[in-house]
Structures are given as structure tokens and as C-alpha cells.
């Protein structure tokens, strides 16, 4: 299994960008499917990006898209999360993790997890 660490949260005000990144160790992100996951107080944790084995296949939550960008880089093992034009509604632990199953959003598909980063966007 690959081990996972995110970084890059922090407090951010309503409409601005930040980018949270997650580093691989232990097995290439090239053998996997990447995603990003958030979990907001009393609430489940739901899937927000998803990023192919090469990196050039995306796809993303409805409340994320045009907003969100998923990047991978496989030679630095890092997965990248940018994120404009934020919300308060954004606020969440966020959550990478490796799957085989292109195009699952289901967290249970998804069998390494980091310990998350946290984001909180002010209004």
C-alpha cells in the first residue's frame, strides 16, 4: 500500500485559493487512481476529485466543479488539490486517497488514506 500525508491547509476568506497536497511513499501513484475526499463537522465524508493513473483523466463532485483542480504528479508522488473561489460551505477535513477504481467516488473503493489536512474558509 502506499502511505499518504497531506499539507497545505489553512484558514482562508470566502472567495479566495488555496492548495492542499498530498506525498506518496512506499508505491508509485502511477499504479493508482487519486482522490480527494472532504469531511465537514457532524457530516459524511463525500468524494470532491478523482484523477486518473496518468493523470490526464478528471473528474469531479458537482459542488467542485469549475472551481476545484485535481493534479498528479507522478514523478514527485505528490497529488495536488487547487482550489478558487472558495466558500464557507468548503470548510472540511480534506482527505487523499489511492484506489484502483477509475471514476468511484465511493470511499470504500479507495484503501490508502491520509490523515487529512483542515480547511476553513470565513465569511
Known amino acids: 500500500q502506499v502511505q499518504l500525508v497531506e499539507s497545505g491547509g489553512g484558514l482562508v476568506q470566502a472567495g479566495g485559493s488555496l492548495r492542499v497536497a498530498c506525498v506518496g511513499s512506499?508505491?508509485?501513484?502511477?499504479?493508482?487512481?487519486m482522490g480527494w475526499f472532504r469531511q465537514a463537522p457532524g457530516k459524511e465524508r463525500e468524494f470532491v476529485a478523482g484523477?486518473?493513473?496518468?493523470?490526464?483523466?478528471?473528474y469531479y463532485s458537482d459542488s467542485v466543479k469549475g472551481r476545484f483542480t485535481i493534479t498528479k504528479d507522478n514523478a514527485k508522488n505528490t497529488l495536488y488539490l487547487q482550489m478558487n473561489s472558495l466558500k464557507p460551505e468548503d470548510t472540511a477535513v480534506y482527505y487523499c486517497?489511492?484506489?484502483?477504481?477509475?471514476?468511484?467516488?465511493?470511499?470504500?473503493?479507495?484503501?490508502?488514506w491520509g490523515q487529512g489536512t483542515q480547511v476553513t474558509v470565513s465569511s
Open positions: 486517497a489511492a484506489s484502483t477504481s477509475y471514476g468511484s467516488t465511493w470511499s470504500g473503493d479507495f484503501r490508502s
Open positions: 484523477i486518473g493513473w496518468g493523470g490526464g483523466s478528471k
Open positions: 512506499g508505491r508509485t501513484f502511477r499504479n493508482y487512481v
